[in-house]
């Protein structure tokens, strides 16, 4: 499968210095509110410690926790930033080398090369943006994105933990399985980015390391994303400018429509089976229709 | 006098407290308050209890009591701004007990003052409602008879309403964020849309995809509308810009 739109561009001194900034500016407004929350929590503890009675002390300390617990979370997002500033210092001085991504970071923290994040929108469980970490985690989204099935997309509906390994990623989704295992993974697994009762995608992760999965630190690194980066007045959504939103697709999907007098959400639909059908990428159907090369229908 | 408060009765209103009350909404906290002035009035003997709650500057003061009497005096102090919760919310402090029949009481607060000994209470506390930084309400005690407010119920009811309070505010931080994953879903689809009302355009009217934006954008700009707007109705084939273009 072709890549969609990836971030080339060469290293020059000034897009990196600018991420640099804006990366370590939000570690730092990270930090703050981890400070923030850690001073929330002590307040907390304090009035526990001297609450008149054994529920109020309770009270008190359940309330301490959920601070001490977010402060964590905090913690975790700015050592993500940090992380990404520090591969952009040393990209800088490496000419002519990839930009590195946001989320090549995200999925080391995770035990693994490969990581996607997806979001969706208010009233669909359709993925509307992609940002991965590498080529094969972009390969095994672009599956899920075809096939309208996989781990992402059940995170983001159950709003809880999905995993599947081994022959049990057949038995699951007996489409992207067998899809996904061909792309030489094994493993796949998905949290929910859900915050305040409200879920915006998933993270998901390929071969993640053995025993991650399970693990609280997934789930924090999900938190942390979505707290800092996406559902944060200084967030950005776009993951510095990685997050794909398929412009073409779409816009291939609004031709076809026109072409085939159908919704515009029947030629996405047909956009995507012949991808999977041909064994390519979406985008590489949809610039074939913008070229006038094919004529679906 | 006071019957010592039960640890069942105190456990089950703080699990009220922390569910914003009974019955209430996500972001109402309406519920929220009428459960701590009912577990104000039941935990704390023989006092009643009154909830003032003022979200913002701009917004309506929202009140709860036991009793419709009571309901009718918070209101009424609300909107006089007079009276120990008002006092409360004002400087951040609490009020003290205070007796009803007093120099002091009769000359901060005339209009409340009468009103609270006409209704038979002779003693009255408050206590600030803290939302965040913010001191946002104040929950009012207020005792029958003449004896003094005892400062464990005075300290009880401080507890009490700092567990509203830091529960409001939660609910306050949770409402910021789903405005945000709203703005965002909505943000994301447009632009999906956007796109699709590019091809449809292009297509329709044998044009490149750019020029099809720049179509789409000259007729939003000229009629005044959302981007967004006219490329859904492109999309779903209710706006055909061939007949409008200018």
Redesign the interface.
């Known amino acids: 499968m072709t890549a969609g739109r990836t971030i080339c561009g060469m290293a020059t001194e000034g897009g990196a210095t600018q991420g640099k900034i804006s990366a370590e500016r939000k570690a730092a407004v990270a930090r703050a509110r981890s400070a923030h929350e850690t001073i929330r929590a002590e307040r907390c503890e304090a009035q526990a410690a001297e609450a008149p009675t054994e529920a109020l002390r309770a009270a008190h300390l359940r309330m301490a926790e959920l601070h001490r617990s977010t402060a964590h979370c905090h913690l975790t997002a700015a050592r993500l930033q940090d992380d990404y500033a520090s591969r952009l210092a040393l990209w800088a001085g490496q000419r002519g080398t990839p930009r590195p991504r946001f989320m090549t970071g995200v999925a080391e923290a995770c035990g693994t090369s490969s990581a996607a994040l997806t979001l969706v929108g208010a009233d669909s469980p359709d993925e509307l943006t992609v940002a991965a970490s590498d080529e094969s985690a972009r390969a095994a989204q672009e599956l899920e994105f075809l096939l309208g099935e996989g781990p992402a997309r059940d995170a983001t509906v159950e709003v809880r933990p999905v995993m599947a390994a081994g022959p049990g990623l057949a038995v699951r989704w007996p489409g992207y399985g067998p899809a996904v295992t061909e792309l030489g993974i094994d493993e796949v697994a998905a949290v929910p980015l859900s915050l305040a009762g409200v879920c915006v995608g998933a993270l998901a992760v390929f071969d993640p390391a053995p025993g991650f999965v399970g693990t609280d630190s997934f789930t924090e690194i999900a938190e942390a994303l979505t707290r800092s980066m996406i559902l944060s007045p200084d967030g950005d959504a776009g993951l510095y400018g990685a997050a794909e939103l398929r412009a073409k697709v779409h816009q291939a999907a609004g031709m076809v429509s026109v072409q085939l007098e159908c919704p515009v959400a029947d030629a996405l639909e047909l956009i995507k089976a012949r991808a999977f059908a041909e064994g390519v990428s979406a985008r590489s159907v949809a610039e074939r229709v913008l070229d006038g090369e094919l004529r679906l229908g | 006098m006071t019957n010592p408060?039960s640890?069942q009765r105190?456990?089950k209103?703080?699990v009220d407290l922390?569910a914003g009350g009974e019955s209430s909404e996500?972001s109402d906290p309406t519920g929220l308050l009428e459960a701590l002035a009912t577990h104000g009035t039941a935990l704390l003997g023989d006092c009643a209890a009154t909830v003032v709650y003022v979200p913002d500057d701009h917004a309506a003061a929202q009140v709860a009591a036991t009793g419709a009497d009571l309901v009718r005096l918070a209101r009424d102090a609300a909107a006089w701004g007079e009276g120990p919760g008002q006092q409360a919310r004002r400087t951040g402090h609490p009020v003290p007990d205070t007796e009803l029949g007093g120099e002091r009481a009769r000359r901060d607060w005339p209009r409340y003052t009468p009103r609270a000994l006409e209704l038979g209470y002779g003693r009255v506390a408050a206590l600030p409602l803290r939302v965040g930084a913010d001191t946002l309400g104040a929950l009012v005690l207020l005792g029958r008879g003449s004896a003094a407010l005892r400062p464990?119920l005075l300290?009880?009811g401080q507890?009490l309403t700092?567990?509203a309070g830091?529960t409001l505010d939660?609910e306050r931080?949770?409402?910021a964020?789903?405005a945000?994953?709203?703005q965002?879903?909505?943000a994301?689809?447009s632009?999906?849309i956007i796109?699709?009302?590019?091809?449809?355009?292009?297509?329709?009217l044998s044009v490149t995809?750019d020029e099809a934006f720049r179509l789409l954008r000259a007729h939003a700009r000229s009629h005044r509308r959302r981007l967004s707007e006219v490329a859904r109705e492109v999309?779903e084939h209710r706006l055909d810009l061939r007949s409008r273009q200018q």
């Open positions: 408060v640890q105190l456990a209103a703080f922390a996500p464990e300290e009880l507890s700092d567990v830091w939660r931080r949770l409402s964020t789903r945000l994953a709203d965002l879903g909505e994301l689809t632009r999906v796109e699709q009302a590019k091809g449809t355009l292009a297509a329709r995809v999309v």
